[in-house]
T-cell receptor
Framework: AQSVTQLGSHVSVSEGALVLLRCNYS??????LFWYVQYPNQGLQLLLK????ATLVKGINGFEAEFKKSETSFHLTKPSAHMSDAAEYFC???????????WGAGTKLIIKP | GAVVSQHPSWVICKSGTSVKIECRSL??????MFWYRQFPKQSLMLMAT?????????EQGVEKDKFLINHASLTLSTLTVTSAHPEDSSFYIC??????????????FGPGTRLTVL
């Protein structure tokens, strides 16, 4: 069965520091991969998605993620954290065969001043 | 970008009453909408897939008689929580898939509805 694992329910970084949020998936076929962000009291917004066009995907707000097939990973990074990045981040995988998303448990990103 | 709205954004109701939540795609048509439930500090749980003009497909463990889904048009799906109980209190989120989208399309999410059952 497909699954998504996000390592760390909470990640805390200082403002200006590198952000790294980890996502590993299990899939028998190359999947579509997504990162969504949920700001407090708001709905989910798509940050970026991998659709096999390029392994390094650039998203909004300076985030990017790299698809590594050998590691079955799709980690999210941002070179320099900003206070406004504080939110919950969800990794999701969509098997090629249907449109349902399989979600990771989410990682809450905390930015320290 | 594509916008999905939900109404109401929050609702408080008495135990035993029914609550209807609307999900609308504002600037695109959606043949498929998804209903999720999110518990505090947990990820989204897919409840059902709603297809325009046909019956919804419910995930295992979701009571279809309790969570009634209607997708009568390409821009509107409704979720009715019947005879609500305190354990139904949760954050309900819908998403919609653009009918014009191909295999690379994306789900667009509504802002969610906070349901509190007293």
């Amino acid at each position: 069965a497909q699954s998504v694992t996000q390592l760390g329910s909470h990640v805390s970084v200082s403002e200006g520091a590198l952000v790294l949020l980890r996502c590993n998936y299990s899939s028998s076929v190359p999947p579509y991969l997504f990162w969504y962000v949920q700001y407090p009291n708001q709905g989910l917004q798509l940050l970026l998605k991998y659709t096999s066009a390029a392994t390094l995907v650039k998203g909004i707000n300076g985030f990017e993620a790299e698809f590594k097939k050998s590691e079955t990973s799709f980690h999210l990074t941002k070179p320099s954290a900003h206070m406004s990045d504080a939110a919950e981040y969800f990794c999701a995988v969509r098997p090629d065969s249907n449109y349902q998303l399989i979600w990771g448990a989410g990682t809450k990103l905390i930015i320290k001043p | 970008g594509a916008v999905v709205s939900q109404h109401p954004s929050w609702v408080i109701c008495k135990s035993g009453t029914s609550v209807k939540i609307e999900c609308r795609s504002l600037d695109f048509q959606a043949t498929t909408m998804f209903w999720y439930r999110q518990f505090p500090k947990q990820s989204l749980m897919l409840m059902a897939t709603s297809n325009e003009g046909s019956k919804a497909t419910y995930e295992q463990g979701v009571e279809k008689d309790k969570f009634l889904i209607n997708h009568a048009s390409l821009t509107l799906s409704t979720l009715t929580v019947t005879s609500a109980h305190p354990e139904d209190s949760s954050f309900y989120i819908c998403s919609a898939r653009d009918v014009a989208g191909g295999p690379l399309d994306t789900q667009y999410f509504g802002p969610g509805t906070r349901l509190t059952v007293l």
